[in-house]
T-cell receptor, first 113, second 114 residues
């Protein structure tokens, strides 16, 4: 069976500090990978998606970047965090035997102070 | 931009009652998926319905899709306190580069009172 791991669960970072959130998927190969952000009381906004190693598409211009160094690893980064980067970040995957169903990690609560 | 819009925004019912949530969307879709989110947690996939399907069941869940009205509904029968969560619909467009993506509504917050 497939599983998705996302860490850390919570993170408090000062303004101007770097960020690295990691997501890995197990039990499938060549998945589509996604990073979403959820603002309080709202739906999810797609930030980045990747259909293969080294292939990143950005949906929203922002202070963040994404990388996919390995087939089942997706990383969300920032060089200098802003207060507005606070939020709930969710990694997701789709593909393989699951077809078009999209599955999510447990999320990372990021607070920039 | 928001594609799906859930209705109502919040719903409070007694345990044992049925809960119905609706979702409307704007453009042609390939499929529509419903998710549950417990407070502060990730999204749990509930059910997927394709554009050529009208109804699907999974346990106590029933989903309908009306592509002519661009709407879907999620029915939870015999609700339990553990069903308390936010519920989101998400759509994938029919074709094009965006077909890789899901577009979410803002969700319905369901409270089931024991």
């Amino acid at each position: 069976s497939q599983t998705i791991h996302q860490w850390p669960a919570t993170l408090v970072q000062p303004v101007g500090s770097p960020l690295s959130l990691e997501c890995t998927v197990e039990g499938t190969s060549n998945p589509n990978l996604y990073w979403y952000r959820q603002a309080a009381g709202r739906g999810l906004q797609l930030l980045f998606y990747s259909v293969g190693i080294g292939q990143i598409s950005s949906e929203v211009p922002q202070n963040l970047s994404a990388s996919r160094p390995q087939d089942r690893q997706f990383i969300l980064s920032s060089k200098k965090l802003l207060l507005s980067d606070s939020g709930f970040y969710l990694c997701a995957w789709r593909g393989g035997s699951q077809g078009v169903k999209t599955f999510f990690g447990q999320g990372t609560r990021l607070t920039v102070v | 931009s928001q594609q799906g819009e859930e209705d109502p925004q919040a719903l409070s019912i007694q345990e044992g009652e049925n809960a119905t949530m609706n979702c409307s969307y704007k453009t042609s879709i390939n499929n529509l998926q419903w998710y549950r989110q417990n407070s502060g947690r990730g999204l749990v996939h509930l059910i997927l319905i394709r554009s050529n399907e009208r109804e699907k069941h999974s346990g106590r869940l029933r989903v309908t899709l009306d592509t002519s009205k661009k709407s879907s509904s999620l029915l939870i029968t015999a609700s339990r306190a553990a069903d308390t969560a936010s519920y989101f619909c998400a759509t994938s467009p029919y074709s094009g580069a965006g077909s890789y993506q899901l577009t979410f509504g803002k969700g319905t917050k369901l409270s089931v009172i024991p």
